[in-house]
């Protein structure tokens, strides 16, 4: 899963470059960053960017669905009080929750790096090994009036897999507007394993296979 993320003001200039969008576009990150935000959790706004109306653009929206009563358990990974913050590439679309978002409402999602933590509640930090921002794909919805956003989750490559066995569904750069826009590259997106990443673990335990070694 992906239960929290980091953006920062140093990845702006990529998130430019990556998009082709301006200065005046990104204007809600640097607004959002100046209330000093950093870790992004669920039910916090984030900066994503979308499609409506036909070109590539970056919105404010709020982490998380709200789910009917009962829904929970059935339709993706959830929070206490029912909040689902992912939803698995496996299933998604077979989901009645997800299945209409991701058809016509998917999203990407700028970070820096997210999280996941290992069975003794260990953090680990995963970014890319030749970029500052990861583009991790999601898909939002409405909900009176509310744009809520959430992001694919998908089985965990080597990178992440000795720490949880979920991690976020990654596009490359130049796969932004294809997800946002091509109905026809998110079967390709959903099916594949992410590229490898770096990983960062203030406590790591080295092993044999770390090593290169067999017993």
């Not at 899963?1 to 953006?7: L, P, T, V």
């Not at 200065?23 to 992004?40: H, M, N, V």
């Not at 299945?99 to 700028?110: A, E, G, K």
Request: proline residues 5%.
């Amino acid at each position: 899963m992906c239960g929290r993320y980091h953006i920062d003001k140093a990845a702006e200039r990529a998130l430019l470059d990556d998009t082709g969008l301006g200065p005046a576009d990104t204007l809600g990150w640097r607004k959002f960053l100046e209330k000093g935000a950093g870790d992004i959790c669920p039910s916090q706004q984030a900066p994503v960017l979308t499609g409506e109306g036909g070109e590539l653009h970056l919105e404010l929206m709020t982490w998380g669905f709200l789910p009917p009563a009962g829904e929970e358990k059935r339709e993706g990974k959830g929070r206490p009080g029912g909040l689902l913050i992912n939803a698995r590439a496996e299933t998604a679309l077979e989901k009645r929750m997800f299945r209409d978002s991701i058809r016509s409402r998917r999203c990407v999602i700028p970070a820096a790096h997210f999280y996941e933590w290992d069975e003794d509640g260990d953090r680990a930090q995963f970014s890319d090994r030749e970029s500052p921002l990861l583009y991790m794909a999601g898909f939002y919805r409405y909900f009176q009036e509310e744009k809520r956003f959430i992001i694919l989750t998908t089985r965990a490559n080597a990178s992440v897999e000795r720490v949880h066995d979920r991690m976020p569904v990654l596009l490359g750069k130049e796969e932004i507007a294809s997800w946002v826009f091509e109905d026809e590259f998110m079967p390709f997106v959903l099916e594949r394993t992410p590229a490898e990443l770096e990983k960062f673990q203030e406590y790591q335990q080295t092993t044999l296979a770390d090593l290169g070694l067999e017993l």
